[in-house]
Each structure stands twice: as structure tokens, then as C-alpha cells.
């Protein structure tokens, strides 16, 4: 399995509204036609250690191969999804792969 994850800086405006009731909606279209196995938004909130948190959000979007994600990412409505983000946030988000060796 592997995700691509979008990690929003918490000092840079994010609109939420936006986020969860326009941007999900139009990002779900494109996932749609890729098979995504599962998206999850997740609100960072503390650490264990009392510092800061590095992002406010992080969006995790769970695909069953890296073939299959490079694929996601050449779908014409990828561009569309990826052009919405200055609506809700005021930078481009960092994207990281990651490989899941194992999951429970």
C-alpha cells in the first residue's frame, strides 16, 4: 500500500469550510476514477512532547500501488483538484509518499 499525503502548514490560513464542503467533493471525483482504497482528513492537534504541531491538517490518501497513484496523477481532473487548493489555503500543501510496509 502506499499514501500520498497532503501536510498544511498551521501558519498558513486554511479555510475548512471550503476544504471539507467544496475541495473534498471535487478531490473525490478525481479519486473516484483511480480506485483509491481510502482518504482520511486528519486535525493535528498536540504533541506527545508539549511542542507545537508541524501541520494543522493532514490529508492521507491510500492507494494499493505507486503504479496506481502515477496514474491518479496524470487524470486530467488531478490538475483541476491541485488548482483549488489556492481557494482554501494560502501556499502549496507539502505531498509525501510513503510506502505502508505493514498495517494492522
Not at 475548512?16 to 480506485?35: R, W
Not at 508539549?50 to 491518479?72: E, H, M, W
Amino acid at each position: 500500500m502506499v499514501t500520498l499525503s497532503f501536510c498544511y502548514d498551521p501558519a498558513i490560513p486554511f479555510d475548512e469550510d471550503y476544504y471539507v464542503n467544496k475541495h473534498l467533493p471535487l478531490a473525490g471525483g478525481v479519486m473516484a476514477t483511480c480506485g483509491v482504497r481510502k482518504v482520511e482528513m486528519q486535525k493535528l492537534r498536540r504533541t506527545l512532547n508539549g511542542l507545537p504541531v508541524p501541520y494543522q491538517v493532514k490529508t492521507n490518501i491510500y492507494f494499493d500501488s505507486l503504479a496506481q497513484l502515477q496514474a491518479c496523477l496524470k487524470q486530467p481532473l488531478w490538475q483541476a483538484a491541485v488548482d483549488d487548493i489556492r481557494n482554501y489555503y494560502g501556499a502549496m500543501p507539502e505531498a509525501v509518499i510513503s510506502f505502508v510496509p505493514w498495517a494492522k
